[in-house]
Structure formats: C-alpha cells, structure tokens
C-alpha cells in the first residue's frame, strides 16, 4: 500500500530515446537521488528516469508538490546525495520560497529540470504568464539557467554537474517540443 | 510542558540523530538550549522541515527527528503524506502544538481540537501518541525504535508563551547547512569545495 512504484510498474511502456540518453547521462555523472512532480512534458524523461534509478538501486520519488520535492532533495544533499528535481514551471511558482529561503541561503546545490509550458504563444492560456517568467525568476533567485539542447545533452549535463560540485544550484530548461510534447494534445 | 523541555528530552534520549527544527521560535529555542552539529535550524521555508527530514531518513539509516510545529505542519501537509508513502520507518516527527504563531506575534493557528495523531494514522503512518505531559513524552521516546512500518508521530502539547528569550541565530546559513552535511557523514571531497569557495 505504502510502496508507490510497485503500483507504477505496468504503465512502463517503451522508453523515448532522448530522454534514455539524458537519464543514462545523468547517472553517469553522479545523480543519484531523483525526485519529480510529473508534467506532461517531461513524462517521457520521468519514465526513463524511474527506470535507470530502479536498474541502479537509486531512489526516484513522486512528490504531490514541487516545495515538497525541493525539501525532500535538500534533506537527500545533507544525506550525501546528488539530486535531480524535475518539474513544471507552473510548480516553479509553488518552490519559490524553498529556493529563496531554503536552498539558497544555505547554499543547497540543486541541479533543477524545469519543463516550460506557455513558451510557445499556442499553449493554454493559464500557463502563458509563467511561461515568461520562468528564466527571469530563476535568475532572480541567482539560479543560472541553460536550455536542454543548447549543446549537445552530455554537456548539458555535465555543466548541471560542474555547478553542483562548485556548490552552485543550476536549471535545465526544456522546451516543450523537445520529447514530443504538444499543446493540442 | 514547553518547547525547550521538549528537545532537551530528544538530545538526551536520541544523541545521535540529526534533528531538523522548523522555522521561528523553535530554532532560536534549540539554539540556545545548546548548539549541535547535527542540528538543522530552518530558518525559512516554513512547513518543510518535515520535507527536509524524510530526505534524510530515506538516505541514511537510524533515526531522524523533526521537530515540527502545529502551524507548521497546516503550512504543508503534503509532506507528512509523502512521509508516509514513502514508508520512512527511521521517521520521527514531534509536532509541538501550541495553537499559535508565537514569533508573529501569538496569533492562533486553526489547529485547536486538532487531533493529529489519529490523522497521522489515517494516512498510513506507523504509530503515534499524543501526549501533554513530560514523563509521557519521555516514555514515547524511550519506545521509538520499537515501533511499526511506518514513521511516528508525536503530537505533544506545549504552553503558549509570550515570547522568547533565546535570540536569534547569528551563525552563517551556510555554514549551518555544511556542518550538519559534514555531521551526517557526507563526503569531505565536496565539504573542501564548498569552504573554497567562500573564501
């Protein structure tokens, strides 16, 4: 009852081959502690994920809320871990005061995969203002940003890693359309 | 029974465990009684000390301890479901109930007739107790390892105070935040870079 990815298991279908190689670049480089708030955009990454963490032994954890997931990966950094925390910008807006008063001020480097919805003029309405948001508030907050893709996903990673092992907190920004994703969908 | 009396029950009966105190009076209060390594003191982001808490239990075994408040815990209770689905056994979670929001002033939570023992253990938490006097909360402790599947909750009620002599915490955030990393065990490789890089 209390173990939810015994519950998770048979909705795995096949895995979407960008985001195996993203996930796969991700465990090479040291993650080891993945949390997420699912969004539409990133599902094929979350599925790939879940299925890497579970082949290494690692923890994958579905949070109900993204301050939540924030809270949970800053307790898995003092535990020694290096956590991935994925979500929808619109949960961006629910973190903000766990990254500005949390993680950092006490300088807890989170490595953040942060999904855009409303970045294309065609995506529903309520997710357009956040969409413009996003970048800015993270730069606000002293969060350096990077669009997933800008280079090659290897070296996406990688500097998400060079942030971490520098103390920094970073965010990954992935457009919508990266893995397939549409707004008429 | 009040705060203070409270956690220097848990330093004395769980010396070793990492606690994760939640936001206003409850960290000064820790502080003062005697600073620890393996002390986190919340400053900010009120209601997620319990957040914070499962993350560690998930990671490292024995226990770790919470010290949440009852506003605390109405703030985000998200987390004590995660808590609980998760399954974090090694999970002790301490609401200090005094029906107010000291630091701002002592207004009321909506928490009065609250009983959150029973929620814990609708949501799939192990065990829990409710108790308002010390030798009580001395005996829940006392039990804690021998308990069930889930985490404990205690809900412990506290006197409303007027205020605080403790002052506030001068310490550094950061390094509050790398000293309890250090004290959990984590690697020193990373601890080197992070003292670089403030200097």
Known sequence: MKNPSSKREESSGAIHPLAQSIASSALTKGYDFFVNVPCGILAPLISAIDASARDAGYRHVYAPREDSAVGLACGAYFAGRQPLVMMQNSGLGQSINALASLTQPFRVPLTLLVSLRGHIASDSEENLLMGKLTAPILHGLGIETRTLGSASYEEDIVWAKSSFASGRSAALLVEPDLMGWSAST | ?199
């Not at chain 2, 848990?10 to 939640?22: C, I």
């Not at chain 2, 939570?109 to 108790?131: K, M, N, P, Q």
């Not at chain 2, 506030?168 to 950061?174: F, G, V």
């Open chain 2, 1 to 199: 029974m009040n705060r203070m009396v409270c956690m220097k029950a848990v330093y004395d009966k769980l010396p070793t465990a990492p606690v994760v105190v939640t936001t206003g009076y409850s960290c000064r209060e820790a502080m003062a009684l005697g600073d620890r390594s393996l002390n986190f003191y919340m400053v900010g982001s009120m209601g997620l000390a319990s957040a914070i808490a499962t993350g560690i239990a998930l990671c490292r075994p024995g226990p770790t301890v919470v010290l949440d408040g009852d506003g605390a815990l109405l703030m985000n209770p998200s987390n004590a479901f995660m808590a609980s689905a998760l399954g974090c056994t090694n999970l002790l979670h301490i609401v200090l109930d005094n029906g107010s929001y000291e630091s701002t002033g002592g207004q009321p939570t909506c928490a009065e007739g609250f009983d959150f023992a029973s929620f814990a253990l609708s949501i799939g938490y192990g065990d829990a107790a409710c108790v308002d006097k010390l030798e009580d909360f001395l005996a829940v402790l006392d039990g804690f390892s021998a308990r069930a599947d889930g985490p404990f909750l205690i809900h412990a009620f506290i006197a409303k105070t007027a205020g605080t002599r403790a002052p506030r915490i001068t310490l550094p955030l950061n390094v509050i935040g790398q000293r309890f990393r250090m004290a959990l065990g984590a690697s020193q490789t990373e601890q080197t870079v992070h003292q670089g890089r403030e200097s």
